[in-house]
Nanobody
Framework: QVQLVESGGGLVQPGGSLRLSCAAS????????MGWYRQAPGKQRDLVAI???????NYADSVKGRFTISRDNAKTKVFLQMNGLQYEDTAVYYC???????????WGQGTQVTVSS
């Protein structure tokens, strides 16, 4: 059974920082991509950042220069370092892992990030 467990969300003031973590378990095929999406109230779920294993890293334009995605060498954890947080970054952040062939997608349960003064 595939599980993605997220941690690190919370309440932060504008300009502050948070680090999200996601630990994947139960995946017995090659992981292709690991990343983060977010969904604000009343809006669709959008890509924040994603790592293609052996390929590029992509960021949403709105977070470039502020957020950094990384993973551990074992490729079982993915992290999102968020600096310079803005009100517009408030959302539920979801870990996403794409794996196997044919490609499958798994989602974490989501972690709330709230930017407020």
């Amino acid at each position: 059974q595939v599980q993605l467990v997220e941690s690190g969300g919370g309440l932060v003031q504008p300009g502050g920082s948070l680090r999200l973590s996601c630990a994947a378990s139960g995946i017995n095929s090659s992981i292709r991509k690991m990343g983060w999406y977010r969904q604000a109230p009343g809006k669709q779920r959008d890509l924040v950042a994603i790592i293609t294993i052996g390929g590029p890293i992509n960021y949403a334009d709105s977070v470039k220069g502020r957020f950094t995605i990384s993973r551990d060498n074992a490729k079982t954890k993915v992290f999102l370092q968020m600096n310079g947080l803005q009100y517009e970054d408030t959302a539920v952040y979801y870990c996403n892992v794409q794996w196997g062939a044919p490609l499958r997608t798994s989602w974490g349960q989501g972690t709330q990030v709230t930017v407020s003064s």
